[in-house]
C-alpha cells in the first residue's frame, strides 16, 4: 500500500514539473509576442500611404543619350509636384540604357543620379518608386535575363539598400510581355533571390500583357509573397481614347478626336479600318466604353476581385495623351482618380510633364485639384 501511494506522489509531482515547464515555456514565448507584432506590416497601410502619385518621364528615354539626361536637374519638377499636393513620384529607368559593359554593370552615374533623386524627394517628404522600363524578358529568354535583371537590381539595393523602406520602393518589372506562365515563374524568381539582399523593402508587381490586369487577377498572390509585396495594374481605357494619335500603335491609334464622354456628333470618322481590325472594333464599342458608368464597372470588377485573392492593389499607370482635346482629357481624369478613390485604390498618373502631360501652362490641371486636396 506505501508503494502504490509513494508512486502515486512520485506522479504528482512528475506532472506538476511538466506542468511548471510548459508554463514557463509558455510565457517566454508570449513575452516576445509583442516584439513580433510590432515587426509585422500593414501593407495595407502601406499601399494607402502613397496616396496620389504621377510619373516623371525622363530616364526611360532610351533615345536620348545617357549623358544629355544625367544633366537634367528634377529639383524644380519634384518641388512642383509637392507644391501640387502629390505624395509619390514613380520614376521609369530603362536600365539596359545605362549599362557600363555589355551584360549587366549598370553605369555608376546613373545610381549617382538615382541616389540624388531621392534625396530630393526626401526633402519634400515624397515617396520614391523606381521602375524598371524596356526589359528585354521573353519566352525565349527567361532564364539568361532573369539572371541580368537580378544583377542589375542587385546593384541597385546596394547602393540604395539604407534608404527608408517607407519611402522607397521598387517595381520590379514594367509591363512584361511573355505568357502569363513564363511570368509567374519569372517573376517568382526575382522576387525570391532580391528578397535575400532587400528583406525589408516593399517590392511592386503587376501581371503580364503590359501589366494587364485580367492577366493580373489570373496570375493572383505570388507563392513567394510574404506580406512586403504591392500589386499593380495599369488603366487605359478606352484605349482608342487615351492614345489616340499615338505613333508607337499607329494602326489602332492614328484617328484623333475620339470624345469622352461619348458624344455621337462629336465622332471622327472611321476610316482606313478593315471589319477585321482592332480598330474597327474599337471604334463601333467606343459608345459604350466612353462613359463613366463603364469605368465605374470596370474598376468595380477589378477592386472586387483583387480583394477576394487579398491583393493590395495600386495603379501605377492611367492617363490621356496630348492629342485627346482639354475638356475631354479633363474629364476623363476628374472620374478616373475619383472612382480609384472610392475603390481606394491609390493612383500615379502617366505622366507630369511630357506625352500625357497633366499640366495646363505651369499648373495641374484644374479637373484633378478636388482629387489632389481629398486625402
Known amino acids: 500500500m506505501q508503494q502504490v501511494i509513494d508512486y502515486s506522489l512520485k506522479l504528482n509531482f512528475i506532472n506538476i514539473k511538466k506542468r511548471l515547464f510548459f508554463t514557463s515555456i509558455f510565457t517566454f514565448v508570449s513575452s516576445f509576442l509583442p ?5 509585422q506590416i500593414d501593407i495595407n497601410k502601406i499601399k494607402n500611404e502613397l496616396g496620389k502619385g504621377v510619373n516623371i518621364s525622363l530616364l526611360e528615354q532610351y533615345w536620348i543619350k545617357p549623358n544629355e539626361l544625367y544633366k ?22 530603362a536600365f539596359d540604357h545605362y549599362m557600363a559593359d555589355s551584360y549587366a554593370a549598370v553605369d555608376g552615374e546613373l545610381i549617382k543620379k538615382l541616389q540624388q533623386i531621392y534625396y530630393q524627394c526626401s526633402q519634400l517628404n515624397i515617396k520614391l518608386i523606381i521602375v524598371y522600363h524596356y526589359g528585354k524578358l521573353s519566352n525565349e529568354n527567361i532564364y539568361s535575363e532573369n539572371d541580368r535583371i537580378i544583377r542589375i537590381w542587385k546593384q541597385i539595393i546596394a547602393a540604395m539598400k539604407a534608404n527608408s523602406t517607407n519611402n522607397l520602393f521598387f517595381e520590379l518589372y514594367n509591363e512584361p510581355t ?3 506562365d513564363v511570368w509567374k515563374s519569372s517573376v517568382t524568381t526575382l522576387v525570391r533571390e532580391l528578397r535575400k539582399e532587400d528583406p525589408e523593402r516593399i517590392f ?14 489570373h496570375m493572383g498572390k505570388l507563392d513567394v509573397d510574404d ?11 478606352p484605349y482608342i481614347f487615351t492614345h489616340q494619335g499615338a505613333d508607337w500603335t499607329a494602326e489602332k491609334t492614328f484617328i484623333t478626336g475620339f470624345p469622352y464622354p461619348y458624344k455621337a456628333k462629336k465622332m471622327p470618322r472611321l476610316y482606313n479600318a478593315p471589319s477585321d481590325s482592332q480598330l474597327y472594333k474599337d471604334y463601333f464599342r467606343f459608345p459604350k466604353e466612353s462613359t463613366c458608368e463603364y469605368l465605374f464597372e470596370r474598376i468595380k470588377y477589378i477592386s472586387n476581385e483583387a480583394k477576394k485573392l487579398n491583393l493590395p492593389l495600386i495603379c501605377t499607370e492611367t492617363g490621356v495623351i496630348k492629342f485627346a482635346d482639354n475638356k475631354s482629357k479633363s474629364a476623363y481624369l476628374r472620374d478616373i482618380t475619383s472612382i480609384m478613390d472610392e475603390f481606394n485604390i491609390p493612383v500615379i498618373l502617366w505622366d507630369y510633364d511630357d506625352k500625357f502631360s497633366i499640366k495646363k501652362g505651369n499648373k495641374v490641371i484644374k479637373s484633378l485639384k478636388p482629387w489632389l486636396r481629398n486625402k
Not at 35 to 39: I, W
Not at 72 to 93: E, M, N, Q, S, Y
Open 35 to 39: 516584439v513580433f507584432a510590432t515587426n
Open 178 to 180: 511573355t505568357d502569363m
Open 204 to 217: 511592386i508587381i503587376g501581371g503580364a500583357n503590359y501589366n494587364g490586369f485580367n492577366e493580373l487577377l
Open 227 to 237: 506580406g512586403k509585396i504591392i500589386y499593380t495594374f495599369h488603366f487605359y481605357e
Open 72 to 93: 537634367t536637374d528634377l529639383k524644380p519638377t519634384i518641388t512642383a509636384i509637392a507644391k501640387a499636393g502629390f505624395k509619390t513620384i514613380r520614376l521609369p529607368v
